[in-house]
């Protein structure tokens, strides 16, 4: 994405979620008391283990106004080795000017940061399928869907997907990435544009 669209993006309304009761528990009691925003989890994107863990939950945050907007947020929260829950932080993640990394290197410089997996299906069937379709014949990174974070109409559509990226070489890491999808109006889809998001900039 090395020139992102500053306009048209519209939030995706829904996106799937891999959270667990337990990591659902954890974010209600941490966001307990938050007025600002009506914040949703759908996945935690990366864990740090310190005295205790630290999560970083990729959410939805509405503003509670009435006609108030909607946007992505990267949310840090620590769990304590006595089960006590803390909020470290909440940052926007804008998705017309997402914070990215230069160079692929630095997938490996995330500190003691652990990008998550993504659990269960994340994309409607529709998308997925464009995913899929756009994705054959991709090499060296297996792209796993975390979250649809917004789609933009242009001659066709464009699909902003937030992906854990397993690299296919043995003895290496995956990271966190923005990949970009366009699905033409005959149907076809193919594979826009790719960024490694840049983890420590959010967490």
């Known amino acids: 994405m090395d020139d992102p669209v500053a306009r048209g993006w519209e939030i995706a309304a829904e996106a799937g979620s891999s959270i667990s009761d337990d990591e659902r528990e954890l974010f209600e009691e941490a966001t307990e008391g938050l007025t600002d925003l009506d914040y949703e989890p759908v996945a935690v994107i990366a864990t740090q283990l310190v005295s205790g863990t630290n999560r970083a939950y990729l959410c939805t945050g509405t503003v ?50 652990t990008v998550a997996k993504p659990g269960s299906d994340v994309l409607s069937a529709e998308v997925a399928e464009l995913f899929e379709k756009a994705m054959a014949g991709v090499e060296g990174v297996d792209f796993k869907p975390i979250a ?41 889809a193919e594979v826009a544009n790719v960024g490694l998001l840049d983890l420590l900039a959010y967490v």
């Open 64 to 113: 509670v106004s009435p006609g108030g907007g909607v946007g992505w947020h990267v949310m840090g929260i620590y769990e304590d080795l006595g089960g006590g829950v803390r909020l470290l932080d909440i940052k926007e993640l804008d998705i017309t000017q997402p914070v990215l990394s230069e160079d692929p290197a630095d997938a490996e410089t995330v500190g003691a940061w």
């Open 148 to 188: 649809l974070l917004g789609t933009q109409i242009v001659s066709g559509t464009n699909y902003l997907v937030l992906c854990y990226g397993e690299p296919v070489a043995p003895d290496t890491r995956g990271a966190l990435y923005l990949v970009q999808i366009h699905a033409d109006l005959d149907g076809g």
